[in-house]
C-alpha cells in the first residue's frame, strides 16, 4: 500500500521559510514526477510546484524566485523550500507523486500559516 506523508508545516510570521518534506513508502513504480499542490482557505487547490523525473522544474508564477522545489526518486522523497513567505501562502499543502502509467498518489496534507 503506497502512502504518503508530509512534514514541515505549520505557523511562521511573513518574510519567514519553511521546509516541507514529503515520503513516500510502498510500492511505486516509475515515477515520472513529483510535485506540491496547496488549498488555500476556501479556495481550490493549485499547483505550486512540480519536478520531473529529469529533473525539469515548474513553478505557479506567485511563487517564482521564492519557492525551490527538489525530489529524489530513488528515495521517494520531494522537498519544497519556502522563502520569503507571505499571508496568502496560507494553505493546506499536499505532495503528490505521479508515474508514467499514469497514477497519481496524494499526501494527506500539512498545514502552512503564514501570519502578518
Known amino acids: 500500500q503506497v502512502q504518503l506523508v508530509e512534514s514541515g508545516g505549520g505557523l511562521v510570521q511573513a518574510g519567514g521559510s519553511l521546509r516541507l518534506s514529503c515520503a513516500a513508502s510502498g510500492s511505486i513504480l516509475g515515477i515520472n514526477a513529483m510535485g506540491w499542490y496547496r488549498q488555500p482557505p476556501g479556495k481550490q487547490r493549485e499547483l505550486v510546484a512540480v519536478?520531473?523525473?529529469?529533473?525539469?522544474?515548474n513553478y505557479a508564477d506567485s511563487v517564482k524566485g521564492r519557492f525551490t522545489i527538489s525530489g529524489d526518486n530513488a528515495l521517494k522523497m520531494v522537498y519544497l523550500q519556502m522563502n520569503s513567505l507571505k499571508p496568502e501562502d496560507t494553505a493546506v499543502y499536499y505532495c503528490v507523486v505521479v508515474t508514467w502509467d499514469p497514477k497519481q498518489y496524494w499526501g494527506q496534507g500539512t498545514q502552512v500559516t503564514v501570519s502578518s
Open positions: 519536478v520531473t523525473s529529469s529533473g525539469s522544474a
